[in-house]
């Protein structure tokens, strides 16, 4: 089934909801699973559990609960286990950042996920819980915890950050509850620096928002995409589709495909750098290359997403834009695959050389597109090389702005948002620099193809 076909069967799924809500209220239906479990269950006394095998038998009901601007819960609905897992909770209509948690006989909770929102009218249906949807939980809520009065969070961003990879890494070695926590605070420090820095992107290329008016627009792709997951889609494309239905909101926005790469790309780098800095023992080794692989996944996708449509503004021949969906689609899969950082690593550096060309500029998609031959080739690879030096620059930026601002204990989301768009920006401009360089010999190509190289030299900074 084709991704465009998915989106279209989830979306009506959502729109006309599994009935009618009752009153002020509507259905809540879901289920808890005993998914993505790597650890034993309760492993840590009073810690909240990530879910996994045992769930479902030691779950006694479910709870749904509003968040506040502190992270505390107030519970709002409560509903017992049905068979095989199965919940139905009645949750007031018109709700948004919601937290559904499966508890124990004795109260303690053992599995949790996020709910978007309750749209009043419409049924809803749930993430099944899982050890992801629980970590995610728990991040959310930790970040609620630290922010500050004027920042804004987005619960949808988080599920895109937060993989059953990093689920499954988040206990290993954590001796104790304190440990664990420890971690998931870096995690919501990472993901608060994320989206600070994407903030920081947009206003510097004059998209004024906020993370509150972003999951105000995603609140659709988040819908989607538990529907998809409660119905048993295949996972990849689910994914795919929410992701593109991310891209479009934030177009509705005003962020253009481009722009979202460029702050995207800035957003994965606060991300990395947060979690190394603050996830520095070697017990949480595990735990950091997870989530390295994971924000390479939300690049990969940003940078194919923008490299597509720079070359279908830019004229370029369906050779070129195929050569250029099929670089796209080789690094989502080589990083989707990926067991290691350095893997993923691997699969950037292949996706600049088939787009830069480094080592064969005619045959890249940029060399292509531009028409590069023996006359023109040294002006070409002048300026791709220039290109990576700027990119070299950048690295160097970036790693001192982390080590002035991003402690073991400690980051300062704002500073680094602020530091971490001032390197791209330098970035930025140097790269663009190259346009006058190409314009002599390939006019108005010269502006899109010094984009393509922004997209394909500037990608997965701060990944090792």
Do not use: W
């Amino acid at each position: 089934m084709k991704t465009t076909t998915l989106r279209n069967l989830f979306a009506a799924l959502v729109v006309l909801g599994l009935g009618t809500g009752c009153g002020n209220t509507v259905q809540v239906k879901g289920r808890v699973t005993d998914g993505e479990g790597t650890q034993p269950q309760a492993l840590l006394a009073g810690a909240a559990s990530l879910g996994g095998s045992g769930t479902v038998a030691a779950t006694a009901q479910v709870h749904a609960s509003t968040v506040g601007p502190d992270g505390k819960l107030t519970v709002v609905a409560e509903g017992k286990l049905e068979d095989r897992g199965y919940y139905t909770l009645r949750v007031p209509g018109g709700e948004e950042r919601l937290v559904l948690e499966a508890v124990d006989a004795s109260g303690q909770v053992v599995a949790s996920a996020l709910l978007e929102a309750t749209a009043e009218g419409k049924d809803v249906v749930a993430a099944p819980m899982d050890s992801e949807t629980s970590l995610e939980a728990e991040v959310f809520l930790q970040m609620m915890a630290d922010k500050s009065e004027a920042e804004t969070l987005d619960m949808v961003d988080v599920r895109a950050r937060i993989t059953a990879q990093m689920a499954a890494a988040a206990r290993q070695g954590a001796s104790s509850t304190e440990a664990f926590r420890s971690r998931v605070e870096a995690l919501a420090d990472a993901v608060r620096a994320a989206q600070q820095a994407e903030l920081e992107m947009y206003a510097r290329a004059g998209v004024r928002t906020s993370q509150t008016a972003l999951f105000e627009k995603e609140l659709m792709a988040a819908a989607v995409l538990s529907a998809g997951l409660e119905g048993g889609g295949p996972v990849n494309e689910l994914y795919d589709t929410f992701h593109a239905n991310l891209r479009a909101a934030a177009e509705q926005l005003g962020a253009k495909v481009e722009q979202q790469a460029q702050a995207e790309r800035a957003a994965s780098a606060s991300f990395r750098a947060t979690v190394k800095a603050r996830l520095s023992a070697e017990d949480a080794r595990p735990l950091v290359d997870a989530a390295l692989r994971a924000s390479a996944g939300v690049e990969a996708r940003a940078s194919g997403a923008a490299l597509s449509a720079l070359l279908t503004a830019g004229g370029a021949v369906e050779d070129v834009k195929q050569q250029a969906v099929t670089a796209s689609t080789t690094l989502r899969t080589q990083v989707r695959a990926s067991t290691s950082a350095a893997m993923a690593a691997n699969a950037f550096a292949s996706f600049e050389t088939s787009v830069s060309g480094s080592a064969d500029p005619q045959a890249s998609v940029l060399g292509r597109y531009l028409g590069v031959n023996a006359s023109n080739q040294l002006v070409v690879g002048a300026a791709v090389q220039a290109t990576v030096t700027a990119a070299a620059t950048l690295d160097a930026t970036l790693d001192a702005a982390v080590s002035s601002v991003v402690t073991a204990s400690a980051v300062d989301v704002s500073l680094l948002a602020t530091k971490t768009a001032d390197a791209y920006q330098s970035y930025a401009t140097a790269v663009r620099a190259q346009a006058t360089v190409l314009s002599p010999l390939f006019g108005a190509k010269a502006t899109p193809a010094v984009e393509v190289l922004l997209v394909a030299e500037g990608s997965f900074q701060m990944g090792l």
